[in-house]
């Protein structure tokens, strides 16, 4: 959502966290807790958060193992080498061609970055159970699976057009009336 080189959050991904801070107090109630996790440093996480105006907690992974652990952050090396594996296959992706597709580049460009550097931290949710002080890991999903929490999603699939997507689409909330 918030890569730690990048000079603002995913246009995609805020659109997804947009919906968060509706269900947060639902998912409390039901002993649930909702944490988007992200790479950039917490004070830039903090910022943007401010920005959106959203009340989620939102933490920085930044210099652990996290992001990586659940493979959706990469290593340059990792690029150059093409040992990416997301959403449990090596490669295949969009975001792993070279050159990179126009929408990957334009995505990159929208967060203050290039194309390789914006492949580098890509969308997952994952969730744990807590239990006698011992974290269990009992679901991810990436890619398209993520969809399902999109809540716009939900309302454009039913709408008579659809998704209607043409290219990169998206835009942060507050930047719709500036195209």
């Not at 929408?103 to 492949?119: E, F």
């Not at 699976?145 to 290219?167: C, F, H, I």
Request: charged share 20%; with cysteine.
């Amino acid at each position: 959502m918030f890569g730690p080189d990048w000079t603002a959050g995913c246009p995609s991904c805020s659109a997804i966290a947009d919906g968060f801070n509706g269900i947060a107090v639902h998912l409390a109630n039901h002993d649930v807790m909702l944490w988007a996790v992200s790479r950039a440093p917490l004070a830039k996480l903090q910022t943007y958060k401010r920005r959106m105006g959203w009340t989620f907690p939102w933490a920085s992974a930044q210099g652990s193992d996290f992001n990586f652990d659940f493979n959706v952050s990469f290593t340059e090396e990792q690029q150059r080498a093409d040992t990416v594996e997301y959403n449990y296959e090596r490669g295949g992706h969009a975001m792993d061609a070279t050159p990179a597709p126009e929408p990957v580049a334009q995505l990159g460009a929208m967060c203050g970055t290039d194309a390789p550097t914006y492949s580098r931290d890509r969308p997952g949710m994952s969730a744990f159970a807590l239990e006698d002080g011992v974290v269990y890991h009992t679901y991810s999903t990436y890619a398209r699976g993520v969809d399902s929490l999109w809540g716009m999603y939900q309302w454009l699939d039913r709408a008579p057009k659809g998704r209607n997507e043409t290219g990169v689409w998206w835009r942060r909330h507050d930047e719709y009336d500036n195209r």
